[in-house]
């Protein structure tokens, strides 16, 4: 059985580390896992995926139109521009933070009114607001982890040894910091 | 040891555990990251970065014949550049292996074309490997040693973006240290003169005989019986999608070693199964040879041409649909292109540049290709890296060449970019004198693919300080004699800038020197360009009349509130005065950040 784990937002937002300790854990919890990402241009305030994928053995690292278990957007928008990539019975995780892209700064487009009422409708959505939680941890740079408590919640992979997964891979000095927001997250859900 | 690696990880570490000793590359998505993780094994590997891929790959073929073990990585563009000595290198044969990783971009993430690069190796005739996955690509690299060693011959490692940039499970294993083979002069086989090279040319021919063996008998090649009612033909990435749409109602003959292809395996699988899928992104490289060798299959015909194949798109070719998915409106998202940073030293140049008329803006390759886009528009076309110069030089004769022709050629191209090919793209112009505009953006790094040291940033790529050339004397050396150099956020001194230049009837190059805004300072950059990036700039929404001529200068960190009618300027500004200098009412300020 393989779950696929769609993480999108746009780029800065730190879903490459967040991708990075969800597969770590993953692999050090025995699973094959496989995952893909989109470098280069996209990196310059474009959108951006992780797409992570794990079971007994994986083929395919990219996770195909209606195939996502779980689609965990860092920033509203993106979760509609990424829904067609969730299973008809997925969920969706979404933080309630707007990015707006340059044709909205321009003042070309308006930013969609609505997309979080509208992702409940359609799918069971859990909201959260990362940036306040993270602010209130002392850094908003930790929404990220805080994001990767909901996927761990939400999946059901508590029992890896989250803590080991980051003290091996951040700084020790942020290795506390992420941890909170690591619990954190994993309360909203 | 096991580790989850990218592909590009995995090539590194299959470079380490091959013992080679010499690399060499130039910065391109989606190879960048090849290079950059072998220079960490700074014991055992030299990792230099090359002004330009030709460059990497002629210094890797000089240690190759020196005797090492040695490696070139590229973007698949950059072989282009680099296919010169691939050529003639594939006639002389190795003495230390030599193989040349190509990373290729179905889907176009970052890249101006699709170009499928398998029909390098066909084109060149030489071997090629096709790793499907990180694992794989590990494995590849130790074997493509072997064989260039064993068959004289230099071996092409063909990747994808998705197998460069996806993760899998590694095991990995110590280096074998093969040492450095003896040098001997042998002319016969390494000065391609006619007489000799004609030798070698034969012997081109019968180790492609002997590849064609070996690829029949190799396990890269291998066939997965399942129900023989479907059969799928495919290389690298391709047959991991296969895959997740077929599982085990189709039987595999999975490709790893491509060129030659084998042609008694593929007959074999043919024969045998009911329905011949051939499951290749770009060309039908593989479905040629399929067809050639009398059989009917499903290719091009079936499946994109361009692009990924991945598990959907394949889904959608056999099936005619994808699998379900929620039904929504997707038209309500709004695109979110990428942009100049917050504090990068292009937005100034290109706000000035795009209001100029009468102005044909030759491109380049770089983060200031940008500068074509909204709110800019402030260039007219790209080609390759360094053509701006070059192709701008003959817009330029052809413009000249029309008296009454009020239009004049700014060729724009990064420092990195100008090391790579625009020196040379400079001397014609200084040589056939052509009154061209060249701007070298320089913002002291190569900024793209994600800040690589340059010729021009005093560090190599294992971290030695070294010789910062300077290209205001090296632009002299080529024979411009109009210089400016000047600070590009400093809107007045562009516009005087291009005033001057456009004023002159002969060569002219305007330098623009600023360090990108997310450059890692340098003990040099610290004190040149001291304070930077440290204050930010604010509106003050007493004065701000809401004219909105500050979001014109498409700053991600600023805004307008619709209700307040006011501008707004985000915490991720660093002040590089761009939007204040615009403001026609005074109304932003600079504070501490």
């Known amino acids: 059985m393989v779950k696929s784990i769609l993480l999108v937002g746009v780029g800065g937002q730190g879903t490459i580390l967040a991708s990075k300790l969800l597969t770590t854990g993953l692999m050090e919890a025995g699973y094959d896992v496989k995952m893909s990402e989109i470098h280069g241009m996209s990196q310059r305030g474009g959108s951006v995926s992780s797409q992570v994928r794990y079971g007994d053995k994986v083929e395919a690292p990219v996770i195909e139109v209606g195939g996502a278990d779980i689609l965990v957007s860092f920033e509203k928008m993106e979760a509609w521009r990424w829904l067609k990539y969730l299973k008809p019975t997925g969920k969706v995780v979404v933080n309630d933070y707007q990015i707006n892209s340059m044709p909205i700064l321009a003042g070309k487009f308006d930013y969609p009114d609505g997309i979080l009422e509208e992702l409940a409708n359609k799918v069971p959505t859990t909201v959260v607001n990362a940036a306040k939680h993270a602010t209130e941890l002392g850094n908003p740079k930790v929404m990220n982890v805080i994001l990767l408590g909901t996927i761990i919640k939400s999946m059901g992979l508590e029992t890896i040894h989250w803590e080991k997964i980051i003290r091996d891979n951040v700084k020790p000095k942020f290795a506390e910091l992420n941890l909170k927001a690591l619990a954190v997250g994993m309360s909203l859900v | ?593």
Not at chain 2, 181 to 190: A, D, F, P
């Open chain 2, 1 to 593: 040891m096991k580790k989850l690696l990218t592909g590009n990880e995995a090539i590194a570490r299959g470079a380490y555990e091959a013992g080679v000793k010499f690399a060499s590359a130039y910065p391109g998505t989606p190879s960048t990251e090849i290079l950059e993780n072998i220079a960490t094994y700074k014991e055992d590997i030299l990792a230099e970065w090359a002004p330009n891929e030709k460059v990497a790959l002629e210094a890797v073929i000089g240690a190759s014949i020196a005797g090492a073990r040695a490696m070139a990585s590229m973007k698949h563009v950059g072989v282009n550049v680099a296919a010169d000595p691939l050529f003639t290198y594939a006639y002389t044969g190795v003495n230390g292996g030599m193989v040349l990783v190509t990373a290729d971009e179905p889907g176009q993430h970052s890249s101006q074309n699709e170009q499928d690069n398998r029909n390098y190796a066909k084109f060149a005739k030489i071997a090629m490997l096709e790793p499907a996955d990180s694992q794989e690509a590990k494995d590849m690299i130790k074997t493509a040693f072997t064989i260039s060693e064993g068959f004289d011959t230099p071996v092409l490692v063909r990747m994808t973006t998705r197998v460069c940039h996806s993760k899998g499970i590694v095991e990995c294993k110590d280096r074998e240290e093969v040492g450095i083979k003896e040098y001997v002069k042998n002319v016969r086989k390494y000065v391609t003169v006619p007489a000799n090279a004609r030798v070698l040319r034969v012997k081109v021919e019968e180790r492609l005989k002997k590849l064609q063996e070996f690829s029949n008998t190799t396990e890269l090649n291998y066939i997965e019986w399942n129900s023989t009612k479907i059969g799928v033909i495919a290389s690298g990435g391709c047959c991991n999608y296969a895959r997740e749409v077929f599982g085990d109602s189709a039987s595999y003959l999975k490709l790893g070693f491509t060129h030659p292809l084998p042609t008694e395996k593929i007959k074999e699988f043919c024969h045998k199964v009911e329905k011949v899928y051939v499951i290749e992104e770009n060309d039908p490289y593989i479905e040629e040879q399929v067809r050639l060798l009398g059989f009917a299959c499903s290719g091009k015909d079936l499946f994109p041409f361009c692009g990924e194949l991945t598990p959907d798109v394949i889904r959608k070719a056999v099936y005619g649909k994808e699998n379900p998915s929620i039904d929504y409106d997707a038209d309500k998202v709004v695109p979110r292109p990428p942009t100049f940073c917050a504090g990068c030293p292009h937005r100034g140049f290109f706000y000035t540049l795009g209001k100029r008329k009468n102005i044909l803006v030759s491109g380049d390759i770089g983060c200031y290709t940008l500068g074509f886009a909204e709110p800019y528009n402030a260039m007219d076309y790209n080609i390759c890296m360094g053509a701006s110069i070059s192709a701008g030089h003959g817009a330029q004769q052809i413009f000249s060449m029309q008296k009454d022709s009020p239009m004049r050629v700014v060729a724009v191209l990064g420092d990195s970019t100008f090391f790579h090919t625009g020196v040379t793209s400079l001397l014609d112009v200084t040589y056939n004198q052509s009154n061209t505009i060249t701007v070298i953006l320089d913002n002291r790094i190569t900024g793209m693919t994600g800040h690589q040291e340059n010729p021009g940033s005093g560090y190599t790529l294992q971290g030695k300080e070294t010789i910062q050339v300077d290209i205001e004397k090296l632009v002299r050396a080529c024979g411009i004699n109009q210089i400016r150099v000047i600070n590009p956020n400093d809107l007045k001194a562009v516009e005087e800038a291009l005033d001057w230049a456009l004023s002159l009837n002969e060569p002219s190059v305007i330098i623009t020197r600023w360090p990108c805004v997310l450059k890692k300072f340098s003990p040099q950059d610290k004190e040149e360009f001291k304070g930077s990036f440290t204050q930010r700039c604010a509106v003050d929404p007493e004065v701000c009349v809401g004219c909105r001529m500050c979001l014109k200068t498409g700053c991600p960190a600023v805004s307008f509130d619709k209700t307040g009618k006011k501008a707004n300027i985000g915490l991720d500004c660093v002040g590089c005065e761009v939007c204040l200098q615009v403001c026609p009412k005074n109304a932003i300020h600079k504070e501490e950040a």
